[in-house]
Every structure is written in C-alpha cells, then in structure tokens.
C-alpha cells in the first residue's frame, strides 16, 4: 500500500518577498516584484525589466571566496532550504547519520548555472584566464546544484537534479512524492530554483520575441496573464524550497502539516520545441492523470493555481486544457497566475506555484491576478483579478506547462 506524502515545510526567496511570510504578505496584496534590472547593464537591449530580487544578501548563505565558484542560483536554494528546514523543524545540525541517510535532494531548474557558465565564458574571452574559477566545470554542470544542497546540510539520501523545462520543479515534486510513497525515504528536500538573469540568457530569450518589450517604463505592469493586451512574459529568478515526507513520520515527530501531495501528472505532447498544440489536449491530460491519482473528481477542485506566462499561446491553450480536464466545472473555479506578481523563473514556476497554493490553503485566500484590464474573450474563465477573494481550499491543482511539449501537474490536499 502506497504511503502518503505531505508537505511539512516551505522556504521561500522571491522577487517579491524575501521568506515565506513576506512573500506571503506580497501575493495576498498582490505586489508585484518586477523592476528594471540592475545586475547588468540591459539598455541595448528591448526589454529591460526582470523579477530580479535586489535586496538579497548573498555573503549571509555562502562564504564570498566561496561564491566565486558557484552560480547565483546556490546560495537562493540555501537560503530557502534553510527556511523550509526550519518551518519542518528539521535540526539538519543535530541529525545522526542514518537520519541524514534517510533525507534526499530534488531539485528542479530549467538553466541550473548558466549564468554561472557565462560568466567563465565571459572571463575567458576577455582575456581573464586567472579570473575563471577551477571548478567552470563542476559548478557549471546541472546535477551539482543538488549536491551543494546535500553538502551544505550533510543529507547523504539521493541528490537528484530535474531540468524539463518550466515544469522541472513539478516533476521534481512528482518523484519526490514517488520516493516517498514507495517508503524508499521517509523525507524529501524538494523544490526549484532557477536564475535566468545575465546578458547572454536574456539576449537569447528576446531572440525569441517571447519576452514582452513594452513595459520597460512601467515594470510592475508588464507581466499581464490572461489580459488580451499581453504580448510576452517577464524572465524571473528566485528560490522555492520545500520538506515532503510520509504522513506517519510527519505525526510521529509533531510536525505541523501545511498540505497533503494527493496527486501527480506528467505528459508530453510531442509536438514542438516551444509551441503548444492548439488541441491542448496533453496539458489537459496531465491534470486528469493527476486529478485521478488523487482520486478526486474536477467537482471537488477549490482552486487551480495556473502556468500563466502572459504570452498569446500559452494563456489561450492553458484555458483551452483547463476545460477539457474540468468540464463545465471549470467555469466555477477561481484560478489565478502568480506569474502575473513575480514574471516567470522558469524551472522554479512548479514550486512558485505551489507555494501560492499552500498560502491560500493557510489564510482561505485566493491570490489575486494582477493587471488583468484588458480580459481577452478566448480566455474566460475566473482569473481572480485583484482584490483577490477570500475562498475555502481543501483540494487544488498546480498546473505547469514547458518547452519541448511538456506539461505537469500536481493535486495538493489540505489535512485537518
């Protein structure tokens, strides 16, 4: 018999919130993080905005001799995990060496260190050889962000990294639950990070025309889900840290619960490396498989926290797949695009979203879309625009959608 899988704790950096109770404080109000980027300079480029976060202070979680050697994207999981270790009641400080055997690492990132990666590129092709860490190689590679996390906290379970895109923090979370459902470890540090942000990336992005050029006056308007005027989303970096473990365990040692993982799907639709299929069947797909994981039906849904970028596609199609899983009843849920508050930070997007989600779980708090104006006619379902709403939630979805025809979702259940 499978075990069952529960979220004891959530550690949170965002471009609107530094912590969970700021970025708790920010959604609710619906305040929104994008601002014109500082790290770099990006007047020649078209866009210029970001959801970076300024205030965060690198040298608290990572020694500076030490930072030269890892991407950005490090010391953000840390400080995350930290958090989230501490709202589980985790002592990692304290722990014997079987309970740290028995705590594994699922991390999911859509870049991982490319910006870390660019930077060496950048040293090397001026010239600056002596300036290029040692460890270009290590560092720059996907799978050692999980391992500075299971390093920094001494977890000796598996240190997995995901990178399928914008859902690699919602598979992260699918396998984690798998882990832990299968009593192969009783406690998963999971979530997502991800730190799109340095020339080259964005330089590669606006190649795309996929990034909206239009709000480079007015940041905090620029990311529009849903909105019929939207034309591109905000890149976004940023952290969101999660503890799984099996519900048993979780009781045994008093922990606080903030919601139980009933459900996860995966699929993908084959179609193309960035576009959606119009049908937006696969997206759909996903939801039920999850939903039927779960073993719930769309009637019993309360909320759907949604992918929402903000471009033309994906906001038509999501709405599209939303009603071939829910069915008439889709038109009942209140949904809403935290993107529209933080821009998008890719492969971190899952665990964003979940961490929405667990909050409107706590506070009975639907957070707001935020600059939604302009609602567009294929787009017509019940987004939340600000105020927000106040909304009971016991069951709700998590839904994401990625390049290279991926699509994932989670179902979350709320225990008493």
Not at 145 to 161: A, D
Not at 202 to 209: D, H, S
Not at 287 to 297: P, R
Request: hydrophobic fraction near 40%.
């Amino acid at each position: 018999m499978l075990k069952r899988a529960v979220i004891t704790g959530m550690g949170v950096v965002s471009p609107n919130g530094i912590g969970k109770d700021a970025f708790c404080r920010a959604i609710l109000d619906g305040k929104s993080g994008v601002k014109r980027i500082t790290r770099f300079d990006a007047s020649d480029l078209p866009v210029q905005i970001a959801g970076e976060i300024s205030e965060f202070d690198e040298s608290v979680w990572i020694d500076r001799h030490e930072r030269k050697h890892v991407s950005r994207a490090v010391p953000l999981a840390v400080a995350a995990s930290t958090e989230a270790l501490d709202d589980a009641g985790v002592r990692f400080d304290s722990l014997s060496l079987e309970e740290k055997r028995g705590i594994g690492v699922m991390l999911g990132s859509g870049g991982g260190a490319q910006e870390f990666s660019e930077e060496q590129y950048r040293l090397y092709f001026e010239g600056k050889i002596k300036q290029v860490s040692l460890f270009s190689i290590p560092s720059g590679t996907m799978g050692t962000l999980s391992s500075e996390i299971s390093m920094r906290f001494g977890f000796r379970g598996l240190s997995h990294v995901f990178t399928t895109g914008c859902t690699s923090s919602t598979d992260a979370f699918g396998h984690a639950l798998r882990q832990v459902q299968l009593g192969v470890l009783p406690q998963v540090l999971v979530g997502g990070v991800d730190v799109p942000l340095a020339p080259g990336i964005l330089k590669g992005f606006c190649l795309m025309k996929i990034m909206t050029p239009s709000w480079n006056h007015d940041p905090e308007h620029a990311s529009r889900p849903f909105s019929q005027d939207r034309n591109g989303f905000v890149v976004a970096e940023g952290a969101w840290m999660f503890v799984m473990e099996e519900l048993e365990h979780a009781r045994a040692r008093g922990a606080k619960i903030h919601a139980e993982v009933a459900g996860y799907g995966s699929t993908c639709e084959a179609f193309h490396r960035v576009r959606l299929a119009e049908c937006g069947e696969e997206p759909a797909r996903a939801i039920a498989i999850a939903l039927q994981e779960a073993q719930l039906a769309p009637e019993r849904i309360d909320y759907v926290n949604l992918h929402g970028t903000s471009t033309q596609l994906n906001d038509r199609i999501e709405t599209r797949a939303l009603k071939l899983a829910l069915g008439g009843h889709a038109f009942h849920i209140p949904m809403s695009a935290l993107k529209s508050q933080i821009g998008h930070p890719q492969g971190a997007s899952g665990a964003a979203g979940i961490a929405a989600t667990l909050v409107a779980m706590h506070h009975s708090e639907i957070p707001p879309t935020i600059n939604l104006e302009q609602p567009d006619p294929e787009c017509d379902l019940d987004y939340v625009p600000l105020p927000g709403r106040k909304r009971d939630v016991e069951h709700a979805i998590c839904n994401c959608i990625a390049f290279g025809s991926k699509n994932s979702a989670l179902v979350l259940r709320k225990i008493s």
